[in-house]
Nanobody
Framework: QVQLVESGGGLVQAGGSLRLSCAASGSIPRINFNMRWYRQAPGKERDLVAQITNGGATYYADSAKGRFIISRDNVANTVYLQMNSLKPEDTGVYYC???????????WGKGTLVTVSS
């Protein structure tokens, strides 16, 4: 079992920055898994924000391109989401996700709340 714990959320003004962290523990796979950040706004579905693959390739939702950077430290078993130029529409609960390849099993953190004021 893999445990994921997010941190770094909070209240920021529009235009500010936050760095989210997701620390993994437990039976962590050493190969073939992708890390993702999702966002869920109140009353909406959980949407993919960014992904970093096992090989280091990154993907960003259109809303995050040019402003967010996903990275990971495999030694520390931690994935990060650097969020810059934050907008009120970035508000939501951010969840860390680990997806095993090729089984596609998912592990989820409990989320961390990001609130961006206008």
């Amino acid at each position: 079992q893999v445990q994921l714990v997010e941190s770094g959320g909070g209240l920021v003004q529009a235009g500010g920055s936050l760095r989210l962290s997701c620390a993994a523990s437990g039976s962590i796979p050493r190969i073939n898994f992708n890390m993702r950040w999702y966002r869920q706004a109140p009353g909406k579905e959980r949407d993919l924000v960014a992904q970093i693959t096992n090989g280091g390739a990154t993907y960003y939702a259109d809303s995050a391109k040019g402003r967010f950077i996903i990275s990971r430290d495999n030694v520390a078993n931690t994935v990060y989401l650097q969020m810059n130029s934050l907008k009120p529409e970035d508000t939501g609960v951010y969840y860390c996700n680990l997806r095993l390849i090729p089984t596609f099993n998912d592990y989820w953190g409990k989320g961390t709340l990001v609130t961006v004021s206008s």
